[in-house]
């Protein structure tokens, strides 16, 4: 079993910044593409940036030039950083990777729970 758990979500003001982790423990062989969505009251849930396992980069429009996303292969872990947030950045943030188990071929793709993201106006 893989378990995804995010952390470093909370309340601040627009224009300030965030940390958000995401850590990947289990029987973890190799994570491979990790992704952070996110998720508002009444809308879909958007993918906000991706990372290859070759640290290829991709990000949702309104978020370029104010959030990084960032991964340690060694430890498991994802990151992304948010700067100048907007009141409209508010959602709950996932963290999602594409992971291979110990002692398995391919991958299966594991959701973490969630962490809340409040930006006040």
């Known amino acids: 079993q893989v378990h995804l758990v995010e952390s470093g979500g909370g309340l601040v003001q627009a224009g300030g910044s965030l940390d958000l982790s995401c850590v990947a423990s289990g029987i973890v062989l190799r994570v491979y593409n990790i992704g952070w969505y996110r998720q508002a009251p009444g809308q879909q849930r958007e993918l906000v940036a991706q990372?290859?396992?070759?640290?290829?980069?991709t990000y949702q429009d309104s978020v370029k030039g104010r959030f990084t996303i960032s991964r340690d292969n060694v430890m498991n872990i994802a990151y992304l950083r948010m700067n100048s947030l907007k009141p409209e950045d508010t959602a709950a943030y996932y963290c999602?990777?594409?992971?291979?188990?110990?002692?398995?071929?391919?991958?299966?793709?594991?959701w973490g729970q969630g962490t809340q993201v409040t930006v006040s106006s």
């Open positions: 990372i290859t396992r070759d640290q290829v980069r």
């Open positions: 999602t990777a594409d992971v291979q188990e110990t002692g398995r071929e391919g991958y299966r793709t594991y």
